[in-house]
T-cell receptor, first 111, second 115 residues
Framework: QKEVEQNSGPLSVPEGAIASLNCTYSDRGSQSFFWYRQYSGKSPELIMFIYSNGDKEDGRFTAQLNKASQYVSLLIRDSQPSDSATYLC???????????FGGGTRLMVKP | EPEVTQTPSHQVTQMGQEVILRCVPISNHLYFYWYRQILGQKVEFLVS????????KSEIFDDQFSVERPDGSNFTLKIRSTKLEDSAMYFCASSERGGRTDTQYFGPGTRLTVL
């Protein structure tokens, strides 16, 4: 069973702080990693993806991947109240193109 | 900006009835997907579709489910005889070329309520 695990939260950070969201996955055959944001009652919205070990930055967002530890994280700098949402980690394994999602971490950014 | 659209936004049906959920993927995308999310639970993969064939399906996608691309724009999910446990948000997604590095874009979803 291929699992993707996230702390459900809520993770509460003050406005302007860095929010750190973590995800672990069970299968070393995992190849691609995606972070989606989901507002309540809405569909997942892509934030960014990462395929290679290391860091990848896109604006206020940085994704970090460590395949040896089977760990991927998302950092949000200068957090805003509008960042308050559930953040979903999704993994594509070696075969196929289906996304396997974690349960999501709820982030609350307090003004 | 192109987007995936889905209709209806909310569907209420009686147990045992057939429902068809409709999606219009992004126009130049070749791979289409259905996912579902039961309230408070994870987003779960149902099926992927390419070149008029199912390319991958999960254990959830049993004989009660079917998919079809009836014309050049629509992609449908049919549930033949709905059960109470089919109540969920159903998301359609599409991607340009498939594969593990391709990005899937999600539609707004159809909330299915089975009574």
């Amino acid at each position: 069973q291929k699992e993707v695990e996230q702390n459900s939260g809520p993770l509460s950070v003050p406005e302007g702080a860095i929010a750190s969201l973590n995800c672990t996955y069970s299968d070393r055959g995992s190849q691609s990693f995606f972070w989606y944001r989901q507002y309540s009652g809405k569909s997942p919205e892509l934030i960014m993806f990462i395929y290679s070990n290391g860091d990848k930055e896109d604006g206020r967002f940085t994704a970090q991947l460590n395949k040896a530890s089977q760990y991927v994280s998302l950092l949000i700098r200068d957090s805003q109240p509008s960042d308050s949402a559930t953040y979903l980690c999704a993994v594509v394994y070696n075969a196929g193109n289906m996304l396997t999602f974690g349960g999501g971490t709820r982030l609350m950014v307090k003004p | 900006e192109p987007e995936v659209t889905q209709t209806p936004s909310h569907q209420v049906t009686q147990m045992g009835q057939e429902v068809i959920l409709r999606c219009v993927p992004i126009s130049n995308h070749l791979y289409f997907y259905w996912y579902r999310q039961i309230l408070g639970q994870k987003v779960e993969f149902l099926v992927s579709f390419y070149n008029n064939e199912i390319s991958e399906k999960s254990e959830i996608f049993d004989d009660q489910f079917s998919v079809e691309r009836p014309d050049g724009s629509n992609f449908t999910l049919k549930i033949r005889s709905t059960k109470l446990e089919d109540s969920a948000m159903y998301f359609c997604a599409s991607s340009e070329r498939g594969g593990r590095t391709d990005t899937q874009y999600f539609g707004p979803g159809t909330r299915l309520t089975v009574l």
